[in-house]
């Protein structure tokens, strides 16, 4: 695989389930991101890691918790959604943080 | 006023036309621009870079207005795939988090 993968691409959830979503980088970058794209918003960035380090959370609400095992792999864990942060949420890495960023394909999420 | 700030459009260009958009950014001292394309139901893909000295590529230019303060895309000879959205995305100086504009929906006619 090349790129920026994510799993799964799309998710339907209810407010009370737990679930996770999967980002895989195979480009050696050393930063990650995790994005939310809403309609009519500009993408939101939520949280960066770098070199395995939290260096921002933007002001999420605590029942999105993000996890970088390595500089290749990043989940959001997500429990108790409300309906309004169902959206596109969107991985994406780059070399140093000021680099252009490479998306992956998202995942498209549904809150009940 | 936004950081940065696009015309959501939608742009309507028939096929073969020249077609232009401009994104204004509120940091004078931003340091990072970038375009990104966005094609429906996909994720964001870089464009291109915008340089001091502006940047072509192919049928693209991209420009930087340092005085007003915004970036431009050119696009000649538009074609059906260039239908998108497209994202202005800015680094502003003091903060290295990327700062993306709403976007700016174009459709080529044919």
């Known amino acids: 695989e090349t790129g920026v993968t994510q799993t799964p691409r799309h998710l339907v959830m209810g407010m009370t389930n737990k679930k996770s979503l999967k980002c895989e980088q195979h480009?050696?970058?050393?930063?990650m991101y995790w994005y939310k794209q809403s309609a009519k918003k500009p993408l939101e960035l939520m949280f960066v890691y770098n070199f395995k380090e939290q260096t921002e959370n933007n002001s999420v609400p605590s029942r999105f918790s993000p996890e970088c095992p390595n500089s290749s792999h990043l989940f959001l864990h997500l429990h108790t959604l409300q309906p309004e942060d169902s959206a596109l949420y969107l991985c994406?890495?780059?070399?140093?943080?000021?680099?252009?960023?490479?998306f992956g394909p998202g995942t498209r999420l549904t809150v009940l | 006023r936004k950081e940065v700030e696009q015309d959501p459009g939608p742009f309507n260009v028939p096929e073969g036309a020249t077609v232009a958009f401009n994104c204004t950014y509120s940091n004078s001292a931003s340091q990072s621009f970038f375009w990104y394309r966005q094609d429906c139901r996909k994720e964001p893909k870089l464009l291109m870079s915008v340089y001091s000295s502006g940047n072509e590529d192919g049928r693209f230019t991209a420009q930087l207005n340092r005085a007003s303060q915004y970036i431009s895309l050119l696009i000649r000879d538009s074609k059906l795939s260039d239908s998108a959205t497209y994202l202005c995305?800015?680094?502003?100086?003091?903060?290295?988090?990327?700062?993306f504009g709403t976007g700016t929906r174009l459709t080529i006619i044919p």
């Open positions: 480009l050696g970058h050393n930063a």
């Open positions: 995305a800015v680094v502003p100086f003091g903060n290295e988090k990327l700062t």
């Open positions: 994406a890495s780059s070399q140093d943080r000021e680099e252009s960023l490479f």
